[in-house]
C-alpha cells in the first residue's frame, strides 16, 4: 500500500488467501485513521466520497463504512450539506484534549521510563532525529509523522494494557490541530526541543524531567 493506494505485487506463495471485504474495509479505515492521526488532513478540511475513493483506487463502499466509523467517534462530522469534514473545535473543546493527553500520556510515560528496553530507546531517538530535520527544513510532514510515532513508542514502552486503544480515539482529533500550529516557528523550534528533553530524561530515567517536557509540549501545543 503506497501513497494511498493499494498495490498488488506478484506473490509466489499459493499459501496466501484472498483480500475479503472485510479486509479491505479495515485496511482503508485504517489508512484513513492514520492519516489523521499524523495530521495529514486540516481542521475543516472536506472529505468528499467520491474523491477518496479515487484517490484509493476502490469503491465507495468500504470508504463509506470507514467515514462512518470515524464519524462515531469524533474524529470526523457531518456538514450541513452532507459533506464528511475533519471537525473544527472550540477553544475549550481543545483544552480539553490537552487535559485527556496530560491525564493519559502522564500514566504512559511514568511507566515508559522504567519500562523501557534499549531497542525501543533507539526507535525514540530515531524519531527525534526525524523531529530535529522537520525542525531544520521547516518540514512539516515529516515533523507530524515523526511526532505521531514518538509518542506512541512511549505508549509502548509503558506496556499498558489498551493504551492505544485509549490514545489513538484522541489522537485522530489532535493530528490536524497538530498541523496548524506548527508552522510557527517558534513553536516548532520549541516542540523539537521538548521532544530532546523527554528522550534524554526517559534514557536518564529521570521520571519528574520527562514529564516536565511532555507537559510543556502539550500545553505550547495548544497555546496557538
Same mark, same amino acid.
Given at each position: 500500500?503506497?501513497?494511498?493506494?493499494?498495490?498488488?505485487? @506478484?506473490?509466489?506463495?499459493?499459501?496466501?488467501?484472498?483480500?475479503?471485504?472485510?479486509?479491505?474495509?479495515?485496511?482503508?479505515?485504517?489508512?484513513?485513521?492514520?492519516?489523521?492521526?499524523?495530521?495529514?488532513?486540516?481542521?475543516?478540511?472536506?472529505?468528499?466520497?467520491?474523491?477518496?475513493? @479515487?484517490?484509493?483506487?476502490?469503491?465507495?463502499?468500504?470508504?463509506?463504512?470507514?467515514?462512518?466509523?470515524?464519524?462515531?467517534?469524533?474524529?470526523?462530522?457531518?456538514?450541513?450539506?452532507?459533506?464528511?469534514?475533519?471537525?473544527?473545535?472550540?477553544?475549550?473543546?481543545?483544552?480539553?484534549?490537552?487535559?485527556?493527553?496530560?491525564?493519559?500520556?502522564?500514566?504512559?510515560?511514568?511507566?515508559?521510563?522504567?519500562?523501557?528496553?534499549?531497542?525501543?530507546?533507539?526507535?525514540?531517538?530515531?524519531?527525534?532525529?526525524?523531529?530535529?530535520?522537520?525542525? @531544520?527544513?521547516?518540514?512539516?510532514?515529516?515533523?507530524?509523522?515523526?511526532?505521531?510515532?514518538?509518542?506512541?513508542?512511549?505508549?509502548?514502552?509503558?506496556?499498558?494494557?489498551?493504551?492505544?486503544?485509549?490514545?489513538?480515539?484522541?489522537?485522530? @482529533?489532535?493530528?490536524?490541530?497538530?498541523?496548524?500550529?506548527?508552522?510557527?516557528?517558534?513553536?516548532?523550534?520549541?516542540?523539537?526541543?521538548?521532544?530532546?528533553?523527554?528522550?534524554?530524561?526517559?534514557?536518564?530515567?529521570?521520571?519528574?524531567?520527562?514529564?516536565?517536557?511532555?507537559?510543556?509540549?502539550?500545553?505550547?501545543?495548544?497555546?496557538?
Amino acid at each position: 500500500m503506497t501513497n494511498g493506494t493499494i498495490q498488488i505485487d @506478484k506473490l509466489n506463495s499459493p499459501e496466501l488467501s484472498p483480500v475479503t471485504r472485510a479486509m479491505l474495509h479495515e485496511q482503508i479505515y485504517e489508512m484513513l485513521s492514520r492519516n489523521l492521526m499524523m495530521g495529514r488532513f486540516s481542521p475543516g478540511q472536506k472529505l468528499p466520497l467520491r474523491g477518496l475513493a @479515487k484517490s484509493l483506487g476502490t469503491s465507495l463502499m468500504p470508504v463509506r463504512d470507514a467515514l462512518q466509523r470515524l464519524e462515531s467517534v469524533g474524529s470526523v462530522v457531518l456538514t450541513p450539506q452532507r459533506t464528511l469534514m475533519v471537525p473544527l473545535f472550540t477553544s475549550k473543546e481543545l483544552h480539553d484534549i490537552s487535559v485527556l493527553r496530560k491525564a493519559i500520556e502522564s500514566a504512559a510515560l511514568e511507566r515508559a521510563v522504567v519500562n523501557r528496553s534499549k531497542y525501543q530507546l533507539d526507535q525514540l531517538n530515531e524519531r527525534v532525529k526525524d523531529i530535529c530535520k522537520a525542525e @531544520k527544513n521547516n518540514d512539516i510532514d515529516l515533523f507530524l509523522e515523526a511526532n505521531y510515532h514518538f509518542h506512541m513508542i512511549i505508549a509502548d514502552m509503558s506496556d499498558l494494557s489498551f493504551i492505544r486503544q485509549s490514545l489513538e480515539p484522541i489522537w485522530m @482529533k489532535l493530528g490536524p490541530t497538530v498541523r496548524q500550529s506548527v508552522p510557527d516557528d517558534d513553536l516548532f523550534r520549541s516542540s523539537a526541543q521538548n521532544h530532546i528533553d523527554m528522550y534524554e530524561a526517559i534514557a536518564a530515567k529521570d521520571g519528574e524531567a520527562a514529564l516536565r517536557a511532555l507537559h510543556r509540549d502539550i500545553s505550547e501545543g495548544y497555546s496557538f
